[in-house]
């Protein structure tokens, strides 16, 4: 009766060792972070050569210009038909500042980019000078270096 204890907890022993291995190797961890879905950093876009804001959008989250919106595709290349009439679609913030619509992004110098994040609809809205009643699709806001 002892030797089947024994070997019982033996074995429960083992189960659980190997048990514990397997699972550790089976989601192995990342060294590098998940970059941020809607924030492209300085260390992001020194990390490669880009023409200006807007290469670097297109090349490294190009989601930004076309996402889901409430069921159907918004299109925010430049204006979707129903945004044309008001003149609204993806904007563009330099720290604040309205520049204007997805062109303004080749207008920035790609080496003077602090940072880049997209703001979706609502939060655009709220927070940002000049938008008003628009219907707009969304906010690229760019922080230049040294707050230019």
Request: proline letters at 4%; charged letters at 15%; a positive charge.
């Amino acid at each position: 009766m002892m030797r089947l204890r024994r070997v019982s907890i033996g074995f429960a022993l083992l189960s659980v060792a190997l048990g514990c291995s397997a699972s550790s190797g089976a989601t192995p961890r990342s060294s590098t972070p998940k970059a941020d879905p809607d924030l492209i950093t300085a260390s992001e876009i020194s990390s490669q050569s880009f023409r200006d804001a807007y290469d670097i959008v297109q090349r490294l989250r190009p989601t930004w210009f076309t996402r889901k919106s409430g069921g159907s595709t918004a299109r925010r290349m430049g204006t979707s038909p129903s945004s044309s009439a008001t003149g609204a679609g993806l904007l563009v913030y330099l720290n604040n500042a309205r520049l204007g619509g997805v062109d303004a992004l080749r207008q920035l110098s790609a080496s003077s980019i602090e940072s880049l994040r997209f703001v979706d609809a609502a939060t655009a809205t709220a927070t940002l000078p000049g938008i008003g009643s628009s219907v707009v699709s969304g906010a690229i806001v760019v922080r230049m270096q040294g707050g230019l």
